[in-house]
């Protein structure tokens, strides 16, 4: 056994070091970009709601004043 130095691995896990390819990288910023395009269309979708539920809101107030009943 003289001569042979073999390095011990603590806590079972062995420090290899891992290489990450680039396609795998641009994979996953393919997916964050398209996420991120998911989420600016929703927001964009919700304004427009919120712009349309305010033109309600006052549309209903002069209904209501109207009606007398505001």
């Known amino acids: 056994m003289a001569g042979k130095a073999t390095p011990k691995v603590k806590n079972g896990v062995d420090k290899k070091e891992t290489a990450i390819s680039t396609t795998y990288i641009d994979d996953i910023l393919l997916?964050?970009?398209?996420?991120?395009?998911?989420i600016d269309g929703v927001l964009s979708a919700l304004d427009s709601t919120n712009e349309y539920l305010d033109?309600?809101?006052?549309?209903?107030k002069k209904v209501e004043s109207r009606l007398g009943l505001g």
Do not use: H, V
């Open 31 to 38: 997916r964050i970009e398209k996420a991120e395009n998911d």
């Open 55 to 60: 033109e309600l809101g006052l549309r209903t």
